[in-house]
C-alpha cells in the first residue's frame, strides 16, 4: 500500500488546485486520475468567465495547470479508484493498480452529464452544450434549442433566453400545461418529441425529431442538452449526500467523515463553475 499525507481522487480544476495548495504546505499529496489531467477542461471549446482571460480554450487552461502540477512536484497516479474504506483514521482508496493511504483524502471526481443518446457526441463544442449558463453567451442573438425530460430544461431555456433571440425546449414528455402557463415569449416548448439529432456539416445546423407520426426538421445553432446531471458518488455512500446525490460539506469542504473532503461539481454547492472548483481547491487544500 502506498502511504501520502494527502490524496486528491480526481485531476479536474478542483482536485488540481486542492493539491496545488496541500504540496504549497510542504504536504506529500498525489493526485489519483482515471483518465486524463484536466477533467472537463478538455470538453470545452472556449471559456469567457475565468479570472484574467478575455477567453481561452479548455484544452490551453488545462496544459497550463498541468504545468502548474508539475511545476510544484505534485504526484500523479493513474489509476482508477474502485472502492474506499474511510472508517479508520488512515483513509484507504483502492485502485484498479494499487492500494493508497492518506490522513486526509479529498474527492474531487466530478459529475456525469445524462445524454441525449443520439448523434450528439459528434458535435460536442461544436453547438451541443451540457451546460446554458456557461455556453449561453456564444449564441448571442441566435435561436437555440434545448433538450428537455419533464421539464428538465425549463431553468436553462429561461437562462439562455436573457441572451438568445429565442429557445425552443423540445421535451420528451407532455408539458401543455406549462406551455399553457409560459409567460416568457423567447422561450416556446414542445411536447412528446422523440426520436431528437442533430443535422450539420461540421457544427450544428439545425435539428430533427418525431412527435407523433410527423417528422420535424428546424434551423438551429446549438443544443443545449440538459437532461439533468449525475454527481460520481457511487463509491461514497458513507458520505451525507443531499437529496441529489452531492457530497454535503461545511465552508472548509469538510464531509461528514473527518478527514475526507469534498470540492468541485461534486458537491452540493450552488454553481457548478471553474472559479468554484477552483475556490473549494484552495480552500479544501489548506485545511487537509
Ligand atoms: C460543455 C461544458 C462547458 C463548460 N463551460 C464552462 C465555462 O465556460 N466556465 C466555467 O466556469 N465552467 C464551465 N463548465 C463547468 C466546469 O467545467 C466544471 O465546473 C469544472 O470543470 C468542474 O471541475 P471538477 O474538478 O469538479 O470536476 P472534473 O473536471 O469533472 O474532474 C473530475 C475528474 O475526476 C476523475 N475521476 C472521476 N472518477 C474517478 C475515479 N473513480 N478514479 C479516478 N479518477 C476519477 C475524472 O476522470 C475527471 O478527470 C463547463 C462544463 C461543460 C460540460
Do not use: H, M, P, W
Given at each position: 500500500m502506498?502511504?501520502?499525507?494527502?490524496?486528491?481522487l480526481g485531476g479536474g480544476a478542483g482536485g488540481m488546485m486542492s493539491a496545488v495548495y496541500a504540496k504549497r504546505r510542504g504536504l506529500d499529496v498525489a493526485i489519483i486520475e482515471s483518465m486524463m489531467l484536466g477533467g472537463t477542461l478538455w470538453q470545452i471549446e472556449k471559456i469567457e468567465n475565468f479570472p484574467s482571460y478575455a477567453e481561452v480554450s479548455g484544452a490551453e487552461l488545462a496544459e497550463n495547470f498541468i504545468k502548474q502540477i508539475k511545476h510544484l512536484g505534485v504526484e500523479v497516479i493513474n489509476d482508477e479508484v474502485v472502492d474506499v474504506d474511510f472508517s479508520a483514521e488512515k483513509k484507504v482508496l483502492v485502485g484498479k493498480k494499487e492500494r493508497y493511504s492518506a490522513k486526509s483524502v479529498i474527492i474531487a471526481s466530478g459529475l456525469s452529464y445524462n445524454k441525449l443518446g443520439s448523434n450528439e457526441d459528434d458535435f460536442l463544442g461544436r453547438g451541443v452544450s451540457y451546460c446554458a449558463v456557461c455556453d449561453a453567451n456564444f449564441f448571442k442573438?441566435?435561436?437555440v434549442v434545448v433538450a428537455s425530460k419533464?421539464?428538465?430544461?425549463?431553468l436553462g431555456a429561461q437562462q439562455l433566453s436573457e441572451v438568445c433571440s429565442n429557445v425552443t425546449i423540445l421535451d420528451s414528455e407532455d408539458m401543455?400545461?406549462?406551455q399553457k402557463h409560459n409567460k416568457n415569449s423567447k422561450i416556446k416548448i414542445l411536447s412528446n418529441v422523440k426520436s431528437l439529432r442533430v443535422l450539420g456539416e461540421n457544427k450544428v445546423e439545425g435539428v430533427e425529431f418525431e412527435v407523433g407520426d410527423k417528422?420535424?426538421?428546424?434551423s438551429t445553432s446549438a443544443l443545449f442538452v440538459e437532461l439533468g446531471k449525475k454527481p460520481n458518488t457511487a463509491l461514497f455512500k458513507d458520505l451525507k449526500l443531499d437529496e441529489n446525490g452531492y457530497i454535503l460539506t461545511n465552508e472548509y469542504m469538510e464531509t461528514s467523515i473527518k478527514g475526507v473532503?469534498?470540492?468541485?461539481?461534486?458537491?452540493?454547492?450552488?454553481?457548478k463553475q471553474l472559479v468554484c472548483a477552483c475556490s473549494d481547491g484552495a480552500i479544501a487544500g489548506s485545511r487537509v
Open positions: 502506498r502511504e501520502f499525507d494527502v490524496l486528491v442573438n441566435q435561436s419533464k421539464g428538465s430544461g425549463i401543455t400545461t406549462y417528422k420535424e426538421k428546424f473532503f469534498a470540492v468541485g461539481d461534486i458537491r452540493a454547492g450552488a454553481l
